[in-house]
């Protein structure tokens, strides 16, 4: 019998994969999330499938890439047709929570066309992704009923109609009157609220206590906190442990801003691209940033001592990621989306308490690794069918049990993006059916095909960096065509029956003289 009876999967919102003392940091310090890293193994070339929050969050959920599950940006619903790790580990009897962000919008339309009562538990899961909502909180606007955050906060003396806006994302200026932190510049000042009432402070509370309730009961708890995502805002002392010179350098320069790529351009014209752009605000945002990181560190240490308390690091798996990066300035860009490492490479650890992993503890596994991992991860873990006609990613159980004997492993991982919802496709002119972008990362390589629009093509090997944009250069013609074969190769594979599985398709086929049916008879 495996060692895994319950799954801790742990999201932090907008974390970039370079900002942990365990990815190389020099100065950030990060030390239970390190001490995860020597518990497991660390994944360093892992990448989301779309550097967006709501279709990378959909991904993860379901195993399926951005253009299979269909969800394409933060506002568009998943379809109740799409099945979430809720919907493979309930029927084995553990209970699903999340205690965080999700993300999730229901499919109004769906519910509403199979006459799915508005009411109902079953009707109550489908509109959360297929999670129970322990407490569900996205960080991105006031909490609503779904949290039970603002009346926390209320009875602790945060008296205001939002107390969010008024506390949590606000801070008291040297002139004694209250700034917002959704104004950049405010992000040195101490958040208003006190440390141990913050938002990381909260979650961590709603998962001690669930993990410590369940007891022996088998249980996957989605831990995801909103931080270290905008508002740049953090409770003392975390807003002060960094400042400007403990930052890594820019990775930007001037020959980026000259003949530009068509979006590239359109991008670094809206406002989070333009204030980031200015000289002070890097340096003005990422000590706010790492103080953030340096909190959930802080409060996962609080989390970790729990399990080890009840000894559940002996039968949990956990999994600790990001749904996508921040530019914070890098490649004159702010917030996330265009494809660059910053935005679509995250931290990814992967602990296994399986006696089996026993040889791989500690070590850092440099092979492409993808978010549409986690689910089949874990239905492996769990013993459970694996699901493949639907599934597009890969367990990572060989890579941490048998890692000399994983075979022939991926060589390519791939990410999407619509941007109609964006400003961006207004400057461009375009409609919003006409917004699509596709990558394609090698060892190597990285490929980036937009619709009507020039590729994009970078060595990896020779500019990390990705300053020098090869995609329009006469001399790689031959990588493009290559690359561009990859992307076909990738797309003509994906999994778009739905409705049946393999099992259904090998029973069933040449089977028509079964059913009476005799076609074709001489």
Known sequence: MAAVRNILFIMCDQLRADHLSCAGHPHLKTPHIDALARRGVLFPQAYVQSAVCGPSR??????????????????????????????????????????????VLPDVDGLERYGIEGGSAFAALLR???????????????PGTESGYPAFLRQHGYAADDPWSAFVIAADGPDGETRSGWHMRNARLPARVKEAHSETAYMTDQAIR????????PWFLHLSYVKPHWPYMAPAPYHALYGPQDCLPL?????????????????RRHEESVSFSRPDAPATVRPTYMGLIAQIDDHLGRLFATLQRLGRFDDTLIVFTADHGDFLGDHWLGEKEIFYEEAVRVPFIVVDPDPA??????????RLVE???????????????????????????PLTRQPATAGVWRDAVFSELDYSFREARRLLGRHPRDCRAFMVRTERWKYV??????????DLAGDPGEMADLGRDPGYATVRDEMHARLFDWMRARKTRVTVD???????????????IFFGVW
């Open 58 to 103: 959909m991904s993860f959920y379901t195993g399926r890439y951005m253009f299979s599950h269909g969800a394409t940006w933060n506002r568009v619903p998943l379809s109740v047709r799409e099945k979430t790790i809720g919907d493979y580990l309930r029927p084995a009897g553990i209970r699903v929570a999340l205690a965080g962000k999700t993300h």
């Open 502 to 516: 393999d099992a259904y398709v090998e029973a069933r086929t040449a089977s028509h003289k079964k059913h009476g």
């Open 371 to 397: 978010g549409i991992d986690v689910l089949p991860t874990t239905l492996d873990a769990l013993g459970l069918p694996p699901a493949r006609h639907l599934v597009e990613g890969r367990s990572l159980l």
């Open 210 to 217: 669930f993990v410590e309730a369940q007891g022996e009961q």
């Open 128 to 142: 959360n992704g297929g999670f129970e909502e322990l407490d569900r909180y996205d960080g991105h606007s006031p």
């Open 251 to 267: 990775n930007r320069s001037a020959a980026e801003l000259e003949n530009q790529h068509p979006v590239l351009a359109a991008y």
């Open 449 to 458: 095909w937009w619709l009507d629009f020039p590729p994009q093509l970078f």
């Open 357 to 366: 992993a026993d040889a791989t503890r500690g070590t850092v596994d440099r």
